[in-house]
């Protein structure tokens, strides 16, 4: 039974219906006591002498945006990031695959991707092959799931590449604007503050980014922390979605700028670490780590979350809804930015007493892999039976 009072259209009894709830839902969504404050309305947004205003629709270029992006990823890291990684050592390193052997995959799938030694046995036996060969296809299998060292080095090239041009970008936007020094300045106006065309591009560019990395999540480096990611590519998306469609422009163009800002010294870390340069790496973490506590752990919220937690009351005596809604996921973003400075911490401080800067996220590949110049080698090499007639491991590459 539909709402009284909504009339059915004829063979499609529940259109209207729904039709009426979206219309509902979306007149909740966009009520004003949400998003504006007292006798402020969105007819005030419209631009006029001069004045131009964030719109809601503009959000919708970020996903077109968000594919530029990925097709600018695309070429830098095949035309720009795997000559670097040549330059820099790092070498082409292809995957041997395993035959394809149900009762193995099977195990690995269901049941563990690191047998025991009984377990190992077990399924020798069962497959009718040497311990030896269950071991080295477990080992082969297990790698073909960890990126290669080359796919994480064009990652972190472009992130690095992104972060740092945005951060520049940043400077150049926010440099001579008074509330990058004076943050109170973020409310003076508000909320009828201009949109300026840097801000426009700040945030579509930056939205942009972030909706093209939930786009590759699935086949980006999976880390451990990767439900972190999710959760914090999200609340980024949200948060800077919420501010553009009420306004608060100013200060979410110095969330980005404060966020960007460590980020591209750990991208940068991450590559030289790849290329096994470690006295670079390990100088490049460092200074990472500065200016992660600097940024995260102490402008953030000292700075930016007193200003949208403290300084608007005293521009009304009424918070809004979306006072609440905002700071509680900046609140979120600040829980994650603590549990990553712990991450950081353990890092340091096996880096100051063991002298090893190994990332705990990622997964070490097993060494089980040949190179470009062993590959003719491969293919000559002697072929290990499994049973009568079949080959457990394969020797082409993956």
């Keep these: 039974?539909?709402?009284?009072?909504?009339?059915?259209?004829?063979?499609?009894?529940?259109?209207?219906?729904?039709?009426?709830?979206?219309?509902?839902?979306?007149?909740?969504?966009w009520w004003e006591n949400i998003w504006m404050?007292?006798?402020?309305?969105?007819?005030?947004?419209?631009?006029r002498d001069g004045l131009v205003f964030p719109k809601a629709h503009q959000l919708y270029a970020t996903i077109p945006y968000a594919l530029v992006l990925l097709i600018i990823r695309f070429f830098s890291e095949r035309y720009i990031a795997i000559p670097l990684a040549k330059a820099l050592g790092i070498k082409n390193v292809r995957r041997v695959k395993p035959q394809p052997n149900p009762v193995l995959e099977s195990y690995f799938r269901e049941c563990s991707k690191h047998p025991s030694q009984s377990d190992i046995q077990g399924l020798a036996k069962k497959c009718n092959c040497t311990v030896r060969l269950v071991e080295k296809w477990f080992r082969r299998r297990r790698n073909l799931e960890i990126p290669t060292v080359l796919r994480k080095f064009q990652e972190a090239f472009w992130r690095f590449s992104f972060y740092l041009t945005s951060s520049i970008?940043?400077?150049?936007?926010?440099?001579?604007?008074?509330?990058?020094?004076?943050?109170?300045?973020?409310?003076?106006?508000?909320?009828?503050q201009t949109l300026l065309p840097s801000q426009y591009w700040y945030y579509m560019a930056e939205i942009g980014f972030y909706w093209s990395l939930l786009f590759t999540l699935g086949i980006d480096n999976r880390r451990k922390d990767f439900l972190a990611h999710v959760v914090?590519?999200?609340?980024?998306?949200?948060?800077?979605?919420?501010?553009?469609?009420?306004?608060?422009?100013?200060?979410?163009?110095?969330?980005?700028?404060?966020?960007?800002?460590?980020?591209?010294?750990?991208?940068?870390?991450?590559?030289?670490?790849?290329?096994?340069?470690?006295?670079?790496?390990?100088?490049?973490?460092?200074i990472f780590s500065i200016?992660?506590?600097?940024?995260?752990?102490?402008?953030?919220?000292?700075?930016?979350?007193?200003?949208?937690?403290?300084?608007?009351?005293?521009?009304?005596?009424?918070?809004?809804?979306?006072?609440?809604?905002?700071n509680g996921?900046?609140?979120?973003?600040?829980?994650?930015?603590?549990?990553?400075?712990?991450?950081?911490?353990?890092?340091?401080k096996r880096f100051i007493f063991l002298k090893d800067l190994k990332d705990d996220r990622s997964d070490e590949e097993e060494e089980d892999s040949v190179?470009?110049?062993?590959?003719?080698?491969?293919?000559?090499?002697?072929?290990?039976?499994?049973?009568?007639?079949?080959?457990?491991?394969?020797s082409s590459h993956h």
């Design 1 to 29: 039974m539909c709402l009284k009072g909504i009339p059915h259209l004829p063979g499609a009894p529940g259109t209207s219906c729904m039709a009426h709830i979206l219309k509902t839902l979306n007149s909740w969504f």
């Design 37 to 47: 404050p007292i006798n402020v309305t969105w007819a005030h947004f419209v631009d």
């Design 169 to 192: 970008a940043g400077f150049i936007f926010l440099y001579d604007k008074p509330w990058f020094y004076d943050i109170w300045q973020t409310w003076v106006g508000y909320p009828f």
């Design 329 to 348: 996921q900046l609140l979120i973003l600040q829980g994650l930015h603590l549990y990553w400075g712990y991450l950081i911490l353990k890092i340091l």
């Design 232 to 286: 914090h590519h999200l609340a980024a998306i949200g948060l800077m979605s919420g501010s553009w469609c009420a306004n608060y422009v100013r200060l979410g163009t110095l969330v980005m700028f404060v966020h960007d800002t460590a980020d591209f010294w750990l991208e940068a870390a991450k590559m030289f670490n790849y290329a096994h340069w470690e006295k670079t790496c390990n100088m490049l973490f460092i």
């Design 291 to 326: 200016a992660f506590f600097i940024t995260r752990i102490i402008l953030f919220p000292f700075w930016i979350l007193r200003a949208t937690l403290y300084q608007p009351t005293f521009y009304s005596t009424t918070p809004v809804i979306a006072y609440f809604l905002f």
């Design 371 to 394: 190179t470009d110049n062993e590959e003719e080698s491969i293919k000559n090499g002697n072929k290990n039976s499994c049973g009568s007639s079949k080959h457990l491991l394969n």
